[in-house]
C-alpha cells in the first residue's frame, strides 16, 4: 500500500502513520532500527529496493531524505520557501519494513536533521547511509550527527580512491564504507586459505583491480597490516575480469598462493602441492552489503584500523604502487 502526502509536514506524517496502523494494521511491528537514506531526487528507488530486501532480516522503519542537487534562484518555488512531499509505504510494497519517502525541496531541504527528527523509532539504533555522494565529513553532517552507524560508497564517489583517503582523514568510530563490506567474501577465503598447512609465513603480497575498485586499495591495506610484509597493489593494468578485485598472490617459501578472478562470480584458487580449485566469489549486490552492516550496531574497529592505520602502511612502504591509483 502506498499513500502520498503532498505538500506536507511532519506532524501530518506522524498522524497518517498511526491512521494507517489502525485501519489496516499493515505497518511491522517489532521494528529493529531507523534507517535513514540520504539521496537526491530521482535516485531514491534502487536503494529502497536494496533496504526492502534487507528487511526482510532486519525489520526496520526506512526513511528516505530525497533533495534536489543544486538549487538555485531558477528553479522556482520549490527553490523559495520550501515544500515537503512524502509517501508513505507499507505492506507489500515495503518488505518487512514501513518506508517514508520525503521529497524536500528548497529551504526545507537544508534542514534533513529536523525532517526526521520526529519520525525516528523511540529507543531504537539509527543508521544512516548514503548511496550516493557523501558529506565531506560523515560524523558532524546533519543526519551523521543522530546516527549510531553512518554507511558510504566510496565507489560512487567521483574518484573512488580519492574517496578513500578522505574516510581516513575524517574516520570516526561507527563510520563504516561499502568498498569494506565487498571484502568479506574475500577475507573470509584468503584467512581460510593461510590457516591451513603448511604454516609458513607470507613474504610478500600482489593485489590487483579495476581503476575504479577502491575494495581493491583496501584490501590490500587490509593485507599489509594483517601480515606485516611489503603489499603491491596494481589498479587496471590486466585486462581480466569485469570490475571489482581481480585477484591476490600471496609468496611464501615454498611457492605462491594465487586467487585470482578472471571472469565475473568465479575465482580460481591455485597453491604449491595442491589441485587448482574454482570458488564462487561474486561481487556483492546493495542489498548483502547493507544486510551486512546491519547485523552488527556497534563500531567496526577493524575497518577503523585499516582506513587510518592501513592506508598509510601502503603509502609510506609501496611508493611504486601508489603511483597506479
Same mark, same amino acid.
Given at each position: ?41 530521482g535516485q531514491e528507488e534502487e536503494a529502497i ?70 519520525l525516528l523509532l523511540p529507543d531504537a539504533p ?131 598462493? #594465487?586467487?585470482?578472478? #578472471? ?63
Open positions: 500500500m502506498i499513500v502520498d502526502l503532498p505538500d506536507t509536514t511532519t506532524s501530518n506524517i506522524s498522524k497518517a502513520l498511526v491512521k494507517i496502523r489502525e485501519e489496516g494494521g499493515a505497518v511491522a511491528l517489532g521494528r529493529v532500527l531507523t534507517l535513514i537514506i540520504a539521496t537526491h531526487l529496493e536494496a533496504a526492502n530486501d534487507a528487511s526482510r532480516e532486519h525489520p526496520m522503519r526506512v526513511i528516505v531524505v530525497s533533495t534536489e542537487e543544486e538549487r538555485s534562484p531558477s528553479s522556482g518555488q520549490h527553490s523559495g520557501s520550501g515544500r515537503l512531499d512524502a509517501q508513505i509505504r507499507v505492506g507489500g510494497d515495503a518488505g518487512a519494513s514501513e518506508v517514508i519517502v520525503l521529497r524536500a525541496y528548497g529551504e526545507t531541504a537544508s534542514d534533513q536533521e529536523g525532517l526526521v527528527t520526529g539509527v543508521v544512516v547511509w548514503w548511496p550516493g555522494i557523501a558529506p565531506a565529513k560523515a560524523s558532524t553532517s546533519p543526519l551523521g550527527r543522530i546516527a549510531t552507524i553512518r554507511i558510504t560508497d566510496a565507489s560512487a564517489q567521483p574518484n573512488p580512491q580519492e574517496a578513500l583517503f578522505h574516510l581516513a582523514e575524517t574516520y570516526a568510530p561507527g563510520d563504516t564504507d561499502f568498498a569494506w563490506t565487498r571484502l568479506t567474501l574475500w577475507r573470509a577465503q584468503l584467512a581460510a586459505v593461510l590457516d591451513q598447512p603448511p604454516y609458513e609465513p607470507i613474504t610478500a603480497v600482489d593485489v590487483a583491480g579495476a581503476a575504479d575498485s577502491p575494495s581493491t586499495l583496501l584490501l590490500a591495506a587490509w593485507l599489509r597490516l594483517q601480515l606485516q610484509v611489503p603489499v603491491k597493489y596494481d589498479l587496471a593494468s590486466r585486462a581480466i575480469g569485469s570490475g571489482g578485485i581481480h585477484g591476490v598472490r600471496m609468496e611464501r617459501a615454498t611457492g605462491t598462493i #594465487e586467487l585470482e578472478r #578472471e571472469v565475473p562470480n568465479i575465482a580460481r584458487l591455485s597453491q604449491p602441492g595442491q589441485p587448482t580449485h574454482d570458488l564462487s566469489l561474486p561481487r556483492r549486490s546493495l542489498r548483502d552489503c547493507l544486510a551486512e552492516e546491519l547485523r552488527r550496531l556497534d563500531p567496526d574497529d577493524l575497518y577503523g584500523e585499516v582506513i587510518t592505520k592501513g592506508l598509510g602502511m601502503l603509502e609510506t612502504s609501496d611508493e611504486g604502487a601508489g603511483a597506479t591509483a
